[in-house]
């Protein structure tokens, strides 16, 4: 699929301008990481594509269609994973929270709980049904967040700072488990500012300066400028380029 912000345009009430003309295109099949220094927008930005902002002006399209126009399809084909699991968290056990998202598309209790012990699998909770969602370790509810967005089959799982607070062992599982996905066809797209967990992975680095998208490329082609736009990496060329990375 393909989604689109063509000069989206987000003001805060106190006049704070979130976004200023951004504009960016996402493909499938990826694993692309969208970057840029704190308050750069980058939350702000990826909510347009699954309607939880609108735009004050521009626009945002999954398919050449206003993402407003077509909502529920929307938000069937892209997953959304909060910076924060435990807002998106709804069912007591780990297995109701993950039917809970698709008992309106899915009515047969059967085939829910199904879809709910495959996605559950694909992130590495087998068996994990009948667990109490509250108990889950920090890194298994965002696991379990992943598995809620898969149950709906989606072309791209877009995570928001998906690193955050997680150990190194919970990140490299996290990492292992979005790579293994992108392999099997799912489009993923890692809204963070940590480059060095992930970067050494991408095919495309798109970066957010001050509500505008000032670079786009690969992580190659950008890596000279990363410094100049407020992002981490190791000294050198971008030979170093695999270092960017939590997987050993």
């Known amino acids: 699929m393909r989604l689109e912000a063509r000069g989206l345009v987000r003001v805060f009430p106190d006049g704070t301008r979130a976004l200023d003309g951004a504009d960016l295109e996402i493909r499938t099949p990826c694993f692309m990481v969208l970057s840029g220094p704190n308050g750069s927008g980058k939350t702000v930005l990826v909510r347009h594509f699954v309607g939880l902002e609108r735009p004050q002006a521009g626009i945002a399209l999954a398919d050449g269609v206003p993402v407003e126009e077509n909502l529920a399809d929307t938000r069937r084909r892209v997953g959304f994973v909060f910076q924060e699991p435990e807002h998106q968290i709804l069912g007591i056990t780990a297995g109701e929270d993950v039917e809970f998202g698709i008992r309106r598309r899915v009515p047969d209790r059967r085939e829910r709980r199904r879809r709910a012990s495959s996605a559950l699998k694909a992130v590495g909770l087998a068996g994990a049904e009948d667990k109490l969602a509250s108990a889950l ?112």
């Open 137 to 248: 370790s920090g890194g298994q509810k965002r696991r379990l967040a992943v598995a809620s967005a898969l149950a709906s089959d989606p072309e791209l799982v877009i995570l928001d700072e998906p690193f955050n607070g997680l150990d190194p062992a919970g990140a490299s599982g996290l990492l292992r488990m979005l790579l293994d996905l992108r392999d099997r066809g799912v489009g993923i797209l890692v809204v963070t500012h940590d480059l060095e967990k992930c970067l050494a992975h991408a095919d495309r680095l798109a970066v957010l300066v001050s509500g505008r998208v000032a670079a786009d490329g690969t992580p190659r082609e950008l890596w000279d400028r990363l410094p100049d736009l407020g992002l981490r990496r190791p000294p050198g060329g971008p030979e170093r380029l695999g270092e960017m990375t939590w997987l050993g």
